[in-house]
Protein backbone atom coordinates (compact mmCIF):
# COMPACT_ATOMS: atom_id res chain seq x y z
CA UNK A 1 0.00 0.00 0.00
CA UNK A 2 1.33 3.54 -1.11
CA UNK A 3 -0.44 6.64 -0.73
CA UNK A 4 1.62 9.93 -1.69
CA UNK A 5 0.33 13.52 -0.87
CA UNK A 6 0.97 16.48 -2.72
CA UNK A 7 -0.90 20.14 -3.06
CA UNK A 8 0.56 21.39 0.17
CA UNK A 9 2.14 24.75 0.40
CA UNK A 10 2.28 28.18 1.80
CA UNK A 11 -0.91 30.20 1.66
CA UNK A 12 -2.79 33.91 2.65
CA UNK A 13 -5.53 33.53 5.33
CA UNK A 14 -8.79 33.18 2.74
CA UNK A 15 -6.83 31.45 0.04
CA UNK A 16 -7.39 27.90 -1.17
CA UNK A 17 -5.25 25.00 -1.62
CA UNK A 18 -6.33 21.31 -3.12
CA UNK A 19 -4.70 18.31 -1.92
CA UNK A 20 -4.64 14.81 -3.62
CA UNK A 21 -3.47 11.80 -2.42
CA UNK A 22 -2.67 9.21 -5.40
CA UNK A 23 -3.13 5.73 -3.75
CA UNK A 24 -1.77 2.49 -5.27
CA UNK A 25 -1.27 -1.46 -3.88
CA UNK A 26 -5.00 -2.07 -3.19
CA UNK A 27 -8.41 -1.66 -4.70
CA UNK A 28 -8.62 1.39 -4.17
CA UNK A 29 -12.62 1.65 -5.04
CA UNK A 30 -13.66 -0.70 -2.40
CA UNK A 31 -12.43 1.32 0.72
CA UNK A 32 -13.31 4.68 2.19
CA UNK A 33 -10.95 6.86 2.28
CA UNK A 34 -9.53 9.73 4.90
CA UNK A 35 -7.93 13.15 5.54
CA UNK A 36 -5.88 13.53 8.79
CA UNK A 37 -3.88 16.49 9.99
CA UNK A 38 -1.50 17.21 12.44
CA UNK A 39 -0.55 20.63 14.01
CA UNK A 40 2.23 21.61 15.54
CA UNK A 41 1.95 20.07 19.26
CA UNK A 42 -1.29 19.26 18.78
CA UNK A 43 -2.82 15.72 18.58
CA UNK A 44 -3.34 14.25 14.79
CA UNK A 45 -7.17 14.70 14.04
CA UNK A 46 -9.99 13.85 11.11
CA UNK A 47 -10.18 16.10 8.88
CA UNK A 48 -12.89 14.43 6.52
CA UNK A 49 -14.14 11.14 5.02
CA UNK A 50 -15.44 9.77 1.76
CA UNK A 51 -17.07 6.28 1.40
CA UNK A 52 -15.47 3.95 -1.29
CA UNK A 53 -18.08 4.90 -3.58
CA UNK A 54 -17.90 8.76 -3.04
CA UNK A 55 -21.77 8.59 -2.27
CA UNK A 56 -21.48 10.02 1.09
CA UNK A 57 -19.20 12.53 3.26
CA UNK A 58 -18.13 13.17 6.64
CA UNK A 59 -16.30 16.46 8.37
CA UNK A 60 -14.56 18.16 11.03
CA UNK A 61 -17.24 20.70 12.90
CA UNK A 62 -13.81 22.95 11.74
CA UNK A 63 -13.60 22.63 8.36
CA UNK A 64 -17.43 22.42 7.32
CA UNK A 65 -18.72 24.40 4.55
CA UNK A 66 -14.70 25.19 3.56
CA UNK A 67 -13.26 21.99 2.86
CA UNK A 68 -14.19 19.50 0.47
CA UNK A 69 -13.21 15.77 -0.17
CA UNK A 70 -13.69 13.99 -3.35
CA UNK A 71 -12.49 11.05 -5.29
CA UNK A 72 -11.60 9.79 -8.13
CA UNK A 73 -11.88 5.74 -8.62
CA UNK A 74 -10.74 5.75 -12.65
CA UNK A 75 -7.39 7.63 -10.94
CA UNK A 76 -7.04 5.72 -7.65
CA UNK A 77 -6.83 9.54 -6.15
CA UNK A 78 -8.64 11.44 -3.38
CA UNK A 79 -8.89 15.11 -2.96
CA UNK A 80 -9.23 17.74 -0.87
CA UNK A 81 -10.40 21.18 -2.03
CA UNK A 82 -9.74 23.52 0.68
CA UNK A 83 -11.48 27.16 0.57
CA UNK A 84 -11.42 30.26 3.07
CA UNK A 85 -8.27 29.45 4.74
CA UNK A 86 -7.43 30.02 8.43
CA UNK A 87 -4.33 30.48 10.16
CA UNK A 88 -5.44 27.14 12.05
CA UNK A 89 -5.68 25.34 9.55
CA UNK A 90 -1.85 25.02 9.49
CA UNK A 91 -1.12 21.53 9.64
CA UNK A 92 0.62 18.14 8.17
CA UNK A 93 -2.35 17.10 6.24
CA UNK A 94 -2.51 12.95 5.93
CA UNK A 95 -4.67 10.84 3.64
CA UNK A 96 -4.77 7.34 5.17
CA UNK A 97 -7.39 4.13 4.10
CA UNK A 98 -7.90 1.73 6.75
CA UNK A 99 -7.84 -2.34 5.68
CA UNK A 100 -9.07 -5.11 7.54
CA UNK A 101 -7.08 -8.63 6.81
CA UNK A 102 -7.83 -12.00 8.35
CA UNK A 103 -5.29 -11.00 11.01
CA UNK A 104 -6.66 -8.03 11.81
CA UNK A 105 -7.21 -4.07 10.93
CA UNK A 106 -4.29 -1.72 9.58
CA UNK A 107 -4.60 1.92 9.08
CA UNK A 108 -1.77 3.40 6.36
CA UNK A 109 -0.65 6.43 6.32
CA UNK A 110 0.97 8.47 3.76
CA UNK A 111 3.83 10.64 4.26
CA UNK A 112 2.09 13.90 4.26
CA UNK A 113 2.10 17.35 2.71
CA UNK A 114 3.00 20.50 4.89
CA UNK A 115 -0.03 23.30 4.21
CA UNK A 116 1.01 26.57 6.30
CA UNK A 117 -1.68 29.69 6.48
CA UNK A 118 -0.18 33.06 7.01
CA UNK A 119 -0.06 36.41 5.69
Known amino acids: VQLVESGGGLVQPGGSLRLSCAASGFTFSSYNMNWYRQAPGKERELVAG????????NYADSVKGRFTISRDNNKNTVYLQMNSLKPEDTAVYYCTVQISYIVGTRRYWGQGTQVTVSS
Open 50 to 57: ITSSGGST
